[in-house]
């Protein structure tokens, strides 16, 4: 009898672990699924307890899991089940206040983690962000506000910092009150099939990839009230390089793929292919550099773009920068296809993006450096792009002379938008302080005529214009008005 104790200890203890000792369910740890009791302290035993004994998943069946902040440990995977939702406490003190990027889940410096399954984080933005505008009024949060929006104590969904071999998977991501998700100095990221429906509140960037390097977003849906999926520079000393984003479809009331608006150290290898943007307020793909960031070897590849307002922004700014120059080089983007609307294409987001850069007449894809930082060897190749046309030139005017066209002005220290201009002179590509840049197979389609030629070009040097085509209804007309300008001598 003594010699069969062992057994049946080890049969009971696998009993209540799971199916093996590295799978913990919730409920061993008294962490209740009924949405009202605050689990916070039960759960992040249960993680810290999973992490001091070799590691393992904590597994969330059907439920609502009512918790503040979780902070996650090295070697520890959260498996959320079907049905299985964790959620966000309404009060802004349940979870890491005062922690610079606060977060339900969050990580700092730890290795191996990940979130799986498919279940649900949902943040409760709205109601979270309501009770810190009341505590703001009250008195007991100090916190500035930007456009009527705190700017700080806001939580995000996840965030983790300088975290490595990271791993989320099938989860769905929703309603947070701030940046949904930001993965900030993090390596060996992998982020697959997930879903993002986020847009209960400003600010909702659906993902942020900030100064990472060694990353992967495939196969995700993202829906979000701010940039869909983003990546940013922080800090001068870093970059994001290697970064992969393939097979994701990107809906928002701002941008659908952009680099910025934060470029302080810079971007390099990166490689978007084969993606979706819809109903998106501002670009399909916009890259930023305002900060001093280097920007190059960008592969941009089979990106289709529908009821969006603009098509492509790539801008060299002076905002932030801090005496460095930025720059955008080695830029390709090929097999684009893009439709771009009159009409709103956020309407009925909750919170919609301002239209404060009206009125103005459609913008036209826009290539922009500053005078001595030009951009330079981008290369557009297989790409058709759709405008409504019809500008009106009695609602808002800019003409092609050579005194026109130096009068735009070269705004290096405002924020970077594609409408920051308001009207510009082309309805299909205006490109300005750039060299080497290459147009291949480009086509440009107005479905009504537009007072403004096609293509601008202002200080573009060497250029090469290989079957780049127009289509506009209505008396034919010079489409491609050239200022201070050449052609590559190759």
């Not at 975290?163 to 947070?176: F, H, L, R, W």
């Not at 977003?217 to 870093?238: F, V």
């Amino acid at each position: 009898m003594m010699k069969l104790k062992p057994i049946i200890l080890l049969g009971l203890l696998i009993c209540t672990l799971g199916l093996s000792a590295k799978d913990y369910n919730a409920s061993l740890f008294g962490i209740r699924s009924n949405g009202t009791t605050l689990n916070t302290g039960a759960i992040q035993r249960a993680v810290d307890y999973i992490s001091e004994n070799g590691g393992g998943t904590l597994k969330f069946y059907v439920g609502r899991y009512l918790t503040g902040t979780i902070v996650m440990k090295p070697n520890v995977t959260i498996s959320l089940g079907e049905g299985a939702i964790i959620l966000g406490s309404t009060n802004i003190y349940d979870y890491n206040f005062g922690t610079p990027n606060s977060a339900l889940i969050y990580a700092n410096g730890v290795e191996n983690i990940g979130i799986e399954g498919k279940g649900v984080i949902e943040g409760q933005g709205q109601a979270l962000a309501y009770h810190v505008l009341d505590q703001m009024h009250k008195g007991l949060i100090e916190d500035p506000m930007n456009y009527d929006r705190p700017r700080n104590h806001r939580p995000k969904a996840i965030y983790f910092r300088a975290c490595k071999n990271v791993k989320i998977e099938g989860i769905t991501v929703k309603n947070a009150a701030d940046w949904v998700q930001t993965y900030d100095q993090c390596e060996d990221v992998l982020i697959d099939g997930i879903t993002v429906d986020s847009k209960a509140f400003w600010n909702n960037d659906g993902i942020d990839i900030v100064d990472c390097k060694n990353f992967k977003l495939l196969n995700s849906y993202i829906d979000a009230a701010d940039d869909a999926i983003c990546l940013k520079s922080h800090d001068a000393t870093k970059r994001c390089e290697n970064i992969e984003i393939r097979n994701c479809t990107a809906r928002s009331s701002a941008n659908g793929i952009k680099f910025g608006t934060v470029s302080a150290g810079g971007y390099k290898n990166i490689k978007i292919i084969n993606n979706k943007v819809y109903n998106t307020f501002r670009s399909a793909f916009t890259i930023a550099t305002p900060d001093g960031a280097i920007v190059e070897d960008v592969l941009v590849d089979s990106l289709y773009a529908y009821n969006t307002g603009n098509a492509l922004f790539l801008r060299v700014g002076a905002r932030w920068n801090k005496g460095r120059q930025g720059a955008i080089k080695n830029v390709t983007i090929q097999n684009v296809y893009a439709e771009i609307t009159a009409d709103k294409p956020d309407v009925g987001y909750t919170y919609e993006g301002p239209i404060e850069d009206n009125p103005r007449n459609i913008s036209p894809a826009s290539i922009l450096g500053l005078v001595g930082q030009p951009v330079s060897n981008v290369t557009l190749k297989n790409i058709e792009i759709h405008y409504p046309g019809d500008a009106n030139p009695n609602y808002a005017f800019r003409g092609v002379t050579p005194k026109e066209l130096d009068a735009i002005p070269e705004m290096a220290d405002a924020y970077p938008e594609f409408s920051q201009f308001k009207e510009l002179p082309a309805w299909g590509l205006y490109v300005r302080h750039a060299e080497g840049l290459i147009l291949d197979n480009v086509k440009f389609i107005a479905k009504k005529g537009d007072y403004r030629p096609a293509l601008v070009f202002d200080d573009v040097k060497g250029y090469t214009l290989n079957k780049t085509t127009f289509d506009e209804p209505g008396k034919k007309k010079k489409q491609l008005i050239l200022h201070n300008s050449s052609q590559s001598k190759r």
